[in-house]
Structures are given as structure tokens and as C-alpha cells.
């Protein structure tokens, strides 16, 4: 399915109702929500993501209580057993774990080919899921939640420092009373300027960062921003970003902690102090 859709189907909402008969209430805030139904065990999902019709599958994680940090390690390694479906750690589905791919048919399909669809899809989610006890194998004995582990260092600019300082009045904004819609556009402008700039870098592997004693194990209110280097503030830039696709709460976290305000207000005096700037 190529076209770009502004609505879900209506023949894939009635093959999904017949499918799965209970349906369940969505607790996300702002639109659109997805179609949820209640499996018991399992909470199953039609969303229309970026265009595209999306089947979730969501069930509960194999660990009681566990940081921010090491649910998304853990994530991140669930989603390495299971190429080719998108794993993420999401709220709003009734179960964090969620599993999604992407449905096929034409809008004006019938009823029975979405049906089709669903059920040919479904047995490759729970396949992917049915692998969590195998991703969390281990994961416990891999030291405690803060590791003694160096960050790497990277090279900054003075131009980087610059950028990322002038995303502060964001952030400050960003922590006021805004809808979803409003935040979504500063995460937007946050990744799209860091981005331009080459200060994100999606192609370098960042997850294991978050077992570092200075990242808190994803606990952002311990970290200590106002003592980073340029190298170890862009360093967090990249976990956040690439951390919050196995784990969507981090970036959101990050914003209503305050860290993010906190990541550019240390830039900008990082900046201050660096011989010959401005230009």
C-alpha cells in the first residue's frame, strides 16, 4: 500500500472489530488514538501511523520494576532478535511492549482482505514478543545499573555548541501547559536543527551509553549536566535520540525533568568560555 492516508479504512476497522470482538479504550492523550482491543493477556492495535495503516500487538514486560535505561537496552535487544518488526517500549496500549507492522491492502480493499491481513500478520508479532524472556536473559548479570564505563569522546564545534544552546527557549517553553501537538513540534525542531548540523549521528551505536554512572541509568533528574564536557552533552543528545526509539517515554522524560533546558543552558556557557567565539 503506497497511498498516504489521512483516516484508517473503514474496511480494515470492521475486519479488525470482527476479529477482536472486546474492544479496549485507549488512555493516549491527543489524536488521532488507535483502535485497541482487549486479547486478556495481550492488547491488539489498528493505527494510522505516518500515512500507513499499523497492526500493534502489545503485551506486558518480564520485569516487575526496571530503569528507564535498562528497559531500553533491553528493548533495543529484543528488537535485534526480531529484524524486520518495529519494537518499542510505548503508553497508551494497555501493555508497554509493543510490536507493529505495517498492513498491506489497498484502502478500498474488502472487508475480508484487511481480515486476511490482520490474521496473516498477527502470528509474526507474537513470534517477535513470544522472544522477550530471551532478550531479558542475562541483562541482570550484567553489573549493577550505574556502570564505571567511559563515555566516548566526540568531537564538537563551536557552531555545534552554538546550535544547540539557541534550542533552550524551547525547552523552557516546552515545560509550560502545551498539547501533545505543541511538544511534538519542539521535539521536531530539536532533532531536525541537531540534526542539520551533523550533531546527531543515528549511524553510531549510543544504547549502551545509558549504562554509564553519569547518565543515571535513564533517571534524568540525577544527571548532572551543569559539569559535562561539549563531548559528553552531545553524547546524551544521542542517546536521547536514539534511545527514545526503543523507549518513546525518554525524550518526554528528558523535556519535563528539565534536562533538555538544562543540555542547552550548559552549551551556552560552554560556549561563553570558548577562546575566540564569537567569530
Given at each position: ?28 492523550h ?16 489498528l ?15 518480564p ?87 567511559q ?33 511534538r513540534?519542539?521535539q ?92
Open positions: 500500500m503506497n497511498e498516504s492516508l489521512d483516516t484508517l479504512p473503514p474496511n480494515a476497522l470492521a475486519a479488525f472489530a470482527r476479529l477482536f470482538s472486546k474492544e479496549k479504550r485507549s488512555w493516549r491527543g489524536l488521532p488514538r488507535p483502535r485497541l482491543a482487549d486479547l486478556g493477556h495481550a492488547t491488539a492495535g493505527e494510522l501511523r505516518a500515512g500507513k495503516v499499523a497492526l500493534h500487538l502489545a503485551e506486558d514486560c520485569f516487575e520494576e526496571i530503569s528507564p535505561g535498562y528497559l531500553t537496552i533491553f528493548v533495543h535487544r529484543l528488537s535485534h532478535l526480531c529484524p524486520g518488526v518495529e519494537i518499542a517500549y510505548r503508553t497508551g496500549y494497555g501493555h508497554p511492549i509493543v510490536a507493529t507492522l505495517w498492513l498491506e491492502p489497498a484502502p478500498d480493499e474488502s472487508e475480508e482482505v484487511w481480515a486476511d491481513a490482520i490474521r496473516a500478520t498477527l502470528p509474526r508479532l507474537e513470534a517477535a514478543l513470544f522472544k522477550q524472556p530471551e532478550a531479558a536473559h542475562g541483562l541482570s548479570e550484567d553489573g549493577p545499573l550505574g556502570w564505571s564505563r563515555l566516548p569522546e566526540v568531537e564538537v564545534l563551536p557552531d555545534q555548541l552554538h546550535i544547540i544552546g539557541s534550542l533552550a527557549d524551547d525547552f523552557v517553553k516546552a515545560n509550560a501547559d502545551l498539547d501533545e501537538e505543541a511538544l513540534c519542539h521536531n525542531r530539536f532533532v531536525r536543527r541537531t540534526r542539520s548540523f551533523e550533531i546527531l549521528q543515528p549511524e553510531l551505536p549510543w544504547i549502551d551509553c545509558l549504562r554509564h554512572d553519569d547518565l543515571r541509568s535513564g533517571f534524568w533528574d540525577g544527571v548532572q549536566v551543569e559539569q559535562f564536557t561539549a563531548s559528553q552533552l552531545v553524547v546524551l543528545i544521542n542517546v536521547l535520540h536514539q534511545g527514545n526509539v526503543y523507549n518513546t517515554t525518554l525524550f518526554d522524560r528528558a523535556r519535563s525533568s528539565g534536562l533538555l533546558a538544562k543540555i542547552c543552558a550548559r552549551a551556552r556557557e560552554l560556549l561563553k568560555a570558548t577562546p575566540g567565539w564569537p567569530y
